[in-house]
T-cell receptor
């Protein structure tokens, strides 16, 4: 069965510093990969997605992610974080041919704390 | 556009009571989902629908029922609430062609005493 691992439950970063959130997936087939963000008291919002092609994808709010097939990873990065980036971040994967439910599998999330 | 709207946003129930959560989307999406979110567990799929009149079980369907009588609405019912169903519930929808690209509501926090 496919699975998504976000190794870091919490990460604290100083405002203005760079950020990298890790995501590893376990699945043999070609996955579609996503990062979602959840601000406090809100629903999830799609940050970016990878289906195929260029392995470095750009998303909203200045985020980017790089797909590395050899490492089964899809890490999220931002060069300089802002206090408004404090949120919960979820990595998710879906099979290319996932069907109705998408087979969309979420990681357990990484809670990002921004220090002033 | 309202997007995905969930009602109610908060509810407290006693064990054994029943209730229904309503999800409405105005994007003409075919696919709709109900997830629950619990601390340290991420999101888990309860039920989903691929179109009006259809429903299917997700990862954690026990204790819940759903209906999709209208394309824009997806109802989640608890017939006999249990404390284990205390959670935050999220509805989501997507267009047929956009696999994995979900639009989420703001959530409904349910407490079962």
């Amino acid at each position: 069965a496919q699975s998504v691992t976000q190794p870091d439950i919490h990460i604290t970063v100083s405002e203005g510093a760079s950020l990298e959130l890790r995501c590893n997936y376990s699945y043999g087939a070609t996955p579609y990969l996503f990062w979602y963000v959840q601000s406090p008291g809100q629903g999830l919002q799609l940050l970016l997605k990878y289906f195929s092609g260029d392995t470095l994808v750009q998303g909203i709010k200045g985020f980017e992610a790089e797909f590395k097939r050899s490492q089964s990873s899809f890490n999220l990065r931002k060069p300089s974080v802002h206090w408004s980036d404090a949120a919960e971040y979820f990595c998710a994967v879906v099979l290319e041919s996932g069907g109705g439910a998408d087979g969309l599998t979420f990681g357990k999330g990484t809670h990002l704390i921004i220090q002033p | 556009n309202a997007g995905v709207t969930q009602t109610p946003k908060f509810r407290v129930l006693k064990t054994g009571q029943s209730m229904t959560l309503l999800c409405a989307q105005d994007m003409n999406h075919e696919y709709m989902y109900w997830y629950r979110q619990d601390p340290g567990m991420g999101l888990r799929l309860i039920h989903y629908s691929v179109g009006e009149g259809t429903t299917a079980k997700g990862e954690v369907p026990d204790g819940y029922n759903v209906s999709r009588l209208k394309k824009q609405n997806f109802l989640l019912g608890l017939e006999s609430a249990a404390p284990s169903q205390t959670s935050v519930y999220f509805c989501a929808s997507r267009a047929t062609s956009n696999q994995g690209e979900l639009f989420f509501g703001e959530g409904s926090r349910l407490t079962v005493l």
